[in-house]
Antibody
Framework: QVQLVQSGPEVKKPGASVKVSCKAS????????MHWLRQAPGQGLEWLGWINPNSGGTIYAEKFQGRVIMTRDTSITTLYMALNRLRSDDTAVYYC???????????????WGQGTLVTVSS | QSALTQPPSASGSPGQSVTISCTGTSSDVGGYNSVSWYQQHPGKAPKLMIY???KRPSGVPDRFSGSKSGNTASLTVSGLQAEDEAHYYCISYAGTSSYVVFGGGTKLTVL
């Protein structure tokens, strides 16, 4: 079955960077787009962007352009999301979420990682 | 402020039906048949319940159904059960400028 296992919680100071990993298993890694989303405490969901694990191509939400970088390592079926110049309002649980259909972008997120809490505090 | 408008709360007794609305614009909900709904229990990741407005992934009970009229999508939960108590979020595709937009979430309480 599809499994997405994310790295553990992080505590960072304002201005620092964080890199969250998402280890994928149980399906053909290069066949499905992967999205990153986040959820601030007590708040709703927010989309950061997607990566095509086959080509490495990315699209980022306008709000995060210049601050977020999504990458992947196909040899270990792992995806990464790095967020730079962290601010206190970046405190959130960050999720990786797989797009539903083989080699198509539908923006339906059918499998999710367990989430990674990133806390930004001085 | 979320791009899609959901009621902050909804409730119903066991066995009853409840409908949660999700109102957007002609640039998102009204412009595409690309609305999905997610259930989220406290401390858990969201779970896909409805996609492409009306379709259910395998394993989702048929008590959950989706619909759309104009710029408003709806999620109906029939035969409410205690385990349906959760937050529900709607998401819509919004074209190649915004990509996806979100509702602020609705807390469903089973009385």
């Amino acid at each position: 079955q599809v499994q997405l296992v994310q790295s553990g919680p992080e505590v960072k100071k304002p201005g620092a960077s964080v890199k969250v990993s998402c280890k994928a298993s149980g399906y053909t890694f290069i066949g499905y787009y992967m999205h990153w989303l986040r959820q601030a405490p007590g708040q709703g969901l927010e989309w950061l962007g997607w990566i095509n694990p086959n080509s490495g191509g990315t699209i980022y939400a306008e709000k995060f352009q210049g601050r977020v970088i999504m990458t992947r390592d196909t040899s270990i079926t792992t995806l990464y999301m790095a967020l730079n110049r962290l601010r206190s309002d970046d405190t959130a649980v960050y999720y990786c979420a797989r797009d539903q259909e083989w080699q198509h972008l539908l923006y339906y997120f059918d499998s999710w990682g367990q989430g990674t809490l990133v806390t930004v505090s001085s | 402020q979320s791009a899609l408008t959901q009621p902050p709360s909804a409730s119903g007794s066991p066995g009853q039906s409840v409908t949660i609305s999700c109102t957007g614009t002609s640039s998102d909900v009204g412009g595409y048949n690309s609305v999905s709904w997610y259930q989220q229990h406290p401390g858990k990741a969201p779970k896909l319940m409805i996609y492409e407005v009306t379709k259910r992934p395998s394993g989702v009970p048929d008590r959950f159904s989706g619909s759309k009229s104009g710029n408003t999508a709806s999620l109906t939960v029939s035969g409410l059960q205690a385990e349906d108590e959760a937050h529900y979020y709607c998401i819509s595709y919004a074209g190649t400028s915004s990509y996806v937009v979100f509702g602020g979430g609705t807390k469903l309480t089973v009385l």
